[in-house]
């Protein structure tokens, strides 16, 4: 095993770990790196339970004992350890979730091997905000969701607020970055699937209507915060689908109601 004690904010062998905070930064770097930030033990334990292959491990001395079967595992990844003064500096935040790692991202995974065996995909298009990207993920990993499926310019589900929100499940649910969306909704139908946009149009059924159908092979898409579906998309899909609401609410966060809606729409058979 590799220890290294850092001594200075400055030290170059750390950069995947620097300003963190900086949302724009992290965009553009982590997906050109071929990088994602693990962060908390027990997510980067999930990413390595995944096949995914750290490049090194940041984490205050106190949690080495904690991780010491991680290490054994990664004899070659080097490991900075430093104090925690010093690790908010690099970081920009506190440093209080154990340990973190900087990850290779895994190879993309060809839309149809996630098609092929699926029967409950979600659809995410263009959500911007990654605590709901990861929450989605959450329920999904929860509730039964094969695979999740996020338009090119949706929020990447492995951006490190995402993982973390998530705890982990963006390892478990497998996903795919699609090309060209509403376009895509076309290949979703010629693999069978009838493809249901959660928005609130006049002729939308209910929830629990569209439950009772048993469709087999079913992609909910769950549309931008604020704005909601396209009206691209809207004119692609199948159908549309809303929650029926109590005490004058019209809406729920798009978080929210992905839970609610993988709950009622899952296979019963």
């Excluded at 590799?2 to 995947?16: G, Q």
Aim: hydrophobic content about 45%; charged content about 25%.
């Amino acid at each position: 095993m590799t220890f290294h004690y850092l001594e200075s904010a400055n030290d170059p062998r750390v950069t995947d770990y620097t300003t963190l905070t900086d949302v724009h930064l992290r965009k553009l770097r982590e997906p050109r790196e071929g990088m994602y930030i693990a962060e908390s033990s027990k997510v980067l334990r999930r990413a390595l339970a995944a096949g995914h292959q750290p490049r090194s491990f940041f984490l205050a001395e106190k949690w080495l004992e904690d991780l010491d079967d991680v290490f054994k595992a990664h004899p070659d990844i080097p490991v900075f350890i430093g104090k925690a003064s010093l690790l908010e500096e690099i970081t920009g935040f506190h440093l209080h979730r154990g340990a973190m790692a900087a990850m290779h991202r895994p190879a993309p995974v060809p839309l149809a091997d996630l098609l092929a065996d699926a029967r409950r995909i979600a659809v995410l298009e263009d959500i911007v905000d990654h605590t709901n990207v990861g929450a989605i993920f959450r329920s999904a990993a929860a509730l039964g969701v094969d695979a999740v499926l996020v338009s090119p310019r949706c929020g990447d589900p492995l951006y490190r607020r995402s993982v973390r929100v998530s705890m982990g499940t963006v390892f478990q649910v497998p996903w795919a970055r699609l090309e060209s969306w509403p376009d895509d909704v076309s290949r979703l139908k010629e693999q069978g699937f009838t493809v249901v946009a959660m928005e609130l149009t006049d002729d939308a059924v209910d929830l629990d209507d569209l439950a009772a159908r048993k469709i087999p092979q079913l992609a909910l898409v769950l549309g931008t915060e604020g704005a909601g579906m396209s009206e691209e998309t809207l004119a692609a899909v199948d159908l549309a689908v809303k929650i029926p609401m109590r005490a004058g609410v019209d809406s729920l966060n798009v978080a929210a109601a992905s839970a609610v809606a993988f709950w009622e729409l899952r296979p019963r058979d």
